[in-house]
């Protein structure tokens, strides 16, 4: 506070809340210089950590932005796999459900062709033993040929026609 020169009017009520008044102004100059004065250093602190807390979340930001896009080429991958096995599989699939309807229809086919052969092998079985029993058919005709020729002749010798 600069000292008020005495004058000769320093007793005026006017004059004496004047000098009040600048006594006043000169004090809340003096606070606001010295707010002046601190606030670059106050402003300077706030800012420089404005500034990292920005730089920090940015960080954190590019971070998770880069994670985000590891994470989606590695779900684009995971999903590119499980198509290929999912249709790999439904190929499979389809392959062994045809070899199975293929090895159905060639049992059935190979069932059926042995059949025909048992019947031919039965058939021809049964040929052979009817030629058999042919065969033993004229042999017994012929040994009983044989033997009547055989019992004739001796009756013709007993008989003496001979």
Wanted: hydrophobic fraction near 30%; glycine fraction near 2%.
């Amino acid at each position: 506070m600069i000292p008020m020169p005495q004058d000769e009017f320093s007793s005026d009520k006017k004059i004496r809340k004047i000098d009040a008044d600048i006594a006043s102004f000169e004090g809340d100059l003096r606070a606001a210089e010295d707010e002046l004065a601190g606030l670059d250093a106050e402003y300077d602190r706030r800012i420089e950590e404005a500034r990292r807390l920005a730089k920090q979340k940015r960080a954190e930001y590019e971070d998770l932005w880069r994670r985000a896009k590891d994470a989606e080429r590695e779900w684009k991958r995971s999903e590119k796999a499980y198509h290929e096995l999912e249709n790999n599989r439904l190929k499979r699939k389809r392959e062994l459900q045809k070899k199975i309807a293929t090895l159905k229809k060639r049992i059935r086919n190979a069932k059926k062709t042995r059949e025909k052969r048992v019947a031919e092998l039965r058939k021809e079985k049964e040929r052979e033993v009817q030629k058999a029993k042919r065969q033993r058919e004229k042999e017994l005709e012929r040994q009983k040929d044989k033997e009547l020729a055989r019992v004739e002749e001796e009756k013709r010798r007993e008989l003496g026609l001979e």
